[in-house]
């Protein structure tokens, strides 16, 4: 059983519906950080959060640390939105992340 | 802020050849990690230094792959020699005492 476990791996959404991405995870954990991935390649930072809830512009990401469980969810898609998501616990002691394999996104308009 | 930039953004070699990648982090960070994807797994972590020591290199594949940080600044990643199942794409991060990692755009790696 992999350490990370996202759902759903392919999620395809028509423009202004809301999304939300699952992550489960079986380490312990100090944080937890939502990255986005566009094709192309490089890898932003959405999140970092330890608990609770953070906004930021139309994205959501939530945690809850006893549940070992975190969604991202997105409102009002666009298409600029479509990309891969990936949940990425912190597993070690000094910060290195455990990466999902990702959700990859497509929103039609 | 310039952000964590990696050099080169491509490389292709063959393999028994070899390839050095570089990192140059935000300034000021002290955390430095690589990462890597081959094809159609997940990200792996490599290694994490903290300025230039090796704080936990428990992901490093093999010898082959030896890192660097000298002076605690940019770090280098040589793959010495490369092999078929090195292909891949090659993150570098960075971050302050905070955690939160700031990535690199990454270096292709193909080796034929």
């Known amino acids: 059983k992999n350490e990370v476990e996202q759902s759903p791996q392919n999620l395809t959404a028509q423009e202004g519906e809301f999304i939300t991405i699952n992550c489960s995870y079986s380490v312990g954990i100090s944080a937890l950080h939502w990255l986005q991935q566009h094709p192309g390649g490089g890898i932003v930072s959405l999140f970092m959060l330890s608990s609770g809830k953070k906004k930021h512009g139309r994205l959501i990401a939530t945690i809850n640390i006893q549940e070992k469980h975190s969604s991202l969810h997105i409102t009002a898609s666009h298409p600029r939105d479509s990309a891969v998501y990936i949940c990425a616990p912190t597993g070690g002691s000094q910060g290195n992340l455990i990466f999902g394999k990702g959700t990859k996104l497509s929103v039609k308009p | 802020e310039a952000g964590v930039t990696q050099f080169p953004s491509h490389s292709v070699i063959e393999k028994g050849q070899t390839v050095t990648l570089r990192c140059d982090p935000i300034?000021?960070?002290?955390?430095l990690y690589w990462y890597r994807r081959v094809m159609g797994k997940e990200i792996k972590f490599l290694l994490h230094?903290?300025?230039?020591?090796?704080?936990?290199e428990s992901g490093m594949p093999n010898n082959r792959f030896l890192a660097e940080r000298t002076g605690g600044t940019y770090s280098t990643l040589k793959v010495q020699p490369a092999e078929l199942e090195d292909s891949g794409v090659y993150f570098c991060?960075?971050?302050?005492?905070?955690?939160?990692?700031?990535f690199g755009p990454g270096t292709r790696l193909t080796v034929t």
């Open positions: 300034s000021g960070h002290d955390n």
């Open positions: 991060a960075s971050s302050s005492s905070s955690y939160e990692q700031y």
């Open positions: 230094f903290v300025k230039e020591s090796k704080q936990d």
